[in-house]
């Protein structure tokens, strides 16, 4: 079955970089774009960008821009967002979401990771 | 602050009817992007309930039912159970900002 496996509970100081990754399996990797979502905490869904995971295009967030870098890895059909300058702001739970379909101008995710959860404190 | 407008909370007895309502503008649901809805319970990770407006994905029981008009979309829940209570999020896709959005999410309580 389809399956998102995201890297596990980060605890980083402002300032630092995060590097987290989604791996997929049950589906072909290069057919389906990612997306990456997070959820500060009580708060609601913030996009943060996508990956088309076969010609590595990216869109991001205006908020991200600059800061945040996606990428993906065939070999291991696994996607990676890095984050740089982190601040106490980026504490969040994130995610990575496949696209539902292989036609990515439906702009929907129909496949989530399980978050995973990034404290940023000094 | 998000660019689709949703009510903060809505409630509803079991077995009642619910509408959920998600408004946007002329980048987004107004230029005839689709509107999408997520389900999410406490503690787990979100899940698609309507895409494309209003189609269901495979598992997603006839109860719940997506609809669009201009710039403004409803999710309707009939037959309220316990188990739909949850936070539910719309999300489109805005041609300004070239990025997928979100709506602030509405808390369902069933009473």
């Known amino acids: 079955q389809i399956q998102l496996m995201q890297s596990g509970t980060e605890v980083k100081k402002p300032g630092a970089a995060l590097k987290l990754s989604c791996r997929t399996s049950?589906?072909?990797?290069?057919?389906?774009?990612i997306s990456w979502v997070r959820q500060a905490p009580g708060q609601g869904l913030e996009w943060m960008g996508w990956?088309?995971?076969?010609?590595?295009?990216?869109n991001y967030a205006q908020r991200l821009q600059g800061r945040g870098f996606m990428r993906e890895d065939p070999s291991t059909k696994t996607v990676f967002m890095e984050l740089f300058n982190l601040r106490p702001d980026d504490t969040a739970l994130y995610y990575c979401?496949?696209?539902?379909?292989?036609?990515?101008?439906?702009?929907?995710?129909?496949?989530w990771g399980q978050g995973t959860l990034v404290t940023v404190s000094s | 602050q998000f660019v689709l407008t949703q009510p903060p909370s809505v409630s509803g007895a079991p077995g009642q009817r619910v509408t959920l309502s998600c408004t946007g503008s002329?980048?987004?649901?107004?230029?005839?992007?689709?509107v999408h809805w997520y389900q999410q319970s406490p503690g787990t990770a979100p899940k698609l309930l309507i895409y494309?407006?209003?189609n269901r994905p495979s598992g997603i029981p006839d109860r719940f039912s997506g609809s669009k008009s201009g710039t403004s979309a409803s999710l309707a829940i009939t037959g309220l159970q316990a188990e739909d209570e949850a936070d539910y999020y719309c999300?489109?896709?805005?041609?300004?900002?070239?990025?997928?959005?979100f709506g602030g999410g509405t808390k369902l309580t069933v009473l």
């Open positions: 979401a496949r696209d539902l379909l292989s036609d990515s101008s439906w702009y929907t995710s129909g496949y």
């Open positions: 494309g407006n209003n």
């Open positions: 990956i088309n995971t076969r010609t590595g295009d990216t």
């Open positions: 999300q489109s896709y805005d041609s300004s900002l070239s990025a997928w959005v």
């Open positions: 002329s980048s987004n649901t107004g230029a005839g992007y689709a």
């Open positions: 049950g589906y072909d990797f290069s057919n389906f774009g």
